[in-house]
Structures are given as structure tokens and as C-alpha cells.
């Protein structure tokens, strides 16, 4: 099984809303880094998270991390359209070399 | 400043064929990463490579998949012989350094459709 799973599977909210995902792996990290995928194209790197930090902020992006629960959560406050996305959790334990949850799928509508 | 690239987008291959995927790093970047994506799926890494040298293969099939990165020219991945279950989306990243948690930077992919 994959290292990180990302919870729910699928989310749609209304534009205006947050958005909460969550991701959970299963052994120890070095950080914890969040991607966004637009249908068709490639990742974007969004906000990483190291094993000794509990929370970070970037714009409307919001990372906590939870190492005791091995988990972590993507806020998106105040989403718009143009967030629909997948968004994916990665976790990177030994290398460089990213582990990748089955990802977020996440609608707003306008 | 050219991010990573990726040719073809788009590739048709019918069972049996070969399939060659072309990924050019940022300009750079000396560190190459291949990650296989399944429709609905995450990405799951296959290969690691620097100039030359393969450092880490360990998501890589071990028949048929075989991926270079040589001193000169883009990095390579080969598929022999082409099944069905090839049919993904071939994502690859580059990197600066090798160091945790340097931000790998994704190209937009070949989509491989094996018929």
C-alpha cells in the first residue's frame, strides 16, 4: 500500500469555502510536501513541510503536521474555481525520491 | 528559464512495440526522477538518475524498463515490448541537488496508451 493515503477521495464546495484534506502515512518522515495536479498536466510543488514543524502558512494555503498521528492536513481558505485540482501528499523518508498518496480531487464551484 | 520537458505529450503504441520517453531537466538541474501514474491514481516513483549514473531503480519494473541519462542529451525511458497495462501517464522531475526535500520540479508528462 502507498505511504500516504489522502482523505477524502473526492471533495465539491461551493466557492468561498475551505477546503480540508488529509493525509496519513505509515513511517517516519524527513518532511511532508503537498502537490497540486491540474486535469492533464503535471505537478506543481505547493508548500513542504519539515518532520520538526507542526504547521505552515503560504497565501491561502495552510499545512499542519502531526508526526505522534502520522498525519498532516491542507486547508484552502476562501477557495475559488480555479482550485479545482488534485492534490496530492508526498512523503520523502530516505533520498530524495518523493512517496505520493492517491491524491485529492477536489471541486469548487463557482 | 525552460522547465522540465517532456516529448512526446502524447504517444499510441500497440502491444509489442517499444515506447521512448524524452524528459529534459531544467536547465541546471543534474538530477532526474520518473514517476509512472495510473489513471486515478497517485505517482508512484520508478527511477532516479544523475548524469550517467543510474543512484536508485528500485520502483522500476524489472523486465522490458530500462532508463538512461546520459552526459550529453535528454533522459531516456525505454519501454520494450509494450503491454496494456503500460498505459499511464510517464511524469519526470529534476532537481538541483539531491539533498531531502529539495523541490523537484515536474514536467507535464507523456501519456502512453497501449493498444
Known amino acids: 500500500s502507498q505511504q500516504g493515503e489522502e482523505d477524502p477521495q473526492a471533495l465539491s464546495i461551493q466557492e468561498g469555502e475551505n477546503a480540508t484534506m488529509n493525509c496519513s502515512y505509515k513511517?517516519?518522515?524527513?518532511?511532508l510536501q503537498w502537490y497540486r495536479q491540474n486535469s492533464g498536466r503535471g505537478l506543481v510543488h505547493l508548500i513542504l513541510?519539515?518532520?520538526?514543524?507542526r504547521e505552515k502558512h503560504s497565501g491561502r494555503l495552510r499545512v499542519t503536521l502531526d508526526t505522534s498521528k502520522k498525519s498532516s492536513s491542507l486547508l484552502i481558505t476562501a477557495s475559488r474555481a480555479a482550485d479545482t485540482a488534485s492534490y496530492f501528499c508526498?512523503?520523502?523518508?530516505?533520498?530524495?525520491?518523493?512517496?505520493f498518496g492517491g491524491g485529492t480531487r477536489l471541486m469548487v464551484k463557482p | 528559464n525552460a522547465g522540465v520537458m517532456q516529448n512526446p505529450r502524447h504517444l499510441v503504441r500497440r502491444r509489442g512495440q517499444e515506447a521512448r520517453l524524452r524528459c529534459s531537466p531544467m536547465?541546471?538541474?543534474?538530477?532526474v526522477y520518473w514517476y509512472r501514474q495510473l489513471p486515478e491514481e497517485g505517482l508512484k516513483f520508478m527511477v532516479y538518475l544523475q548524469k550517467e549514473n543510474i543512484i536508485d531503480e528500485s520502483g522500476m519494473p524489472k523486465e522490458r524498463f530500462s532508463a538512461e541519462f546520459p552526459k550529453e542529451g535528454p533522459s531516456i525511458l525505454r519501454i520494450q515490448q509494450v503491454v496494456r497495462g503500460d498505459s499511464a501517464a510517464y511524469f519526470c522531475?529534476?532537481?538541483?541537488?539531491?539533498?531531502?526535500?529539495?523541490?523537484?520540479?515536474f514536467g507535464p508528462g507523456t501519456r502512453l496508451l497501449v493498444l
Open positions: 508526498a512523503t520523502n523518508n530516505a533520498g530524495n525520491m518523493l512517496t
Open positions: 513541510i519539515r518532520s520538526n514543524e
Open positions: 513511517t517516519s518522515i524527513n518532511n
Open positions: 536547465k541546471g538541474h543534474s538530477h
Open positions: 522531475a529534476s532537481s538541483l541537488l539531491d539533498r531531502q526535500g529539495e523541490t523537484q520540479y
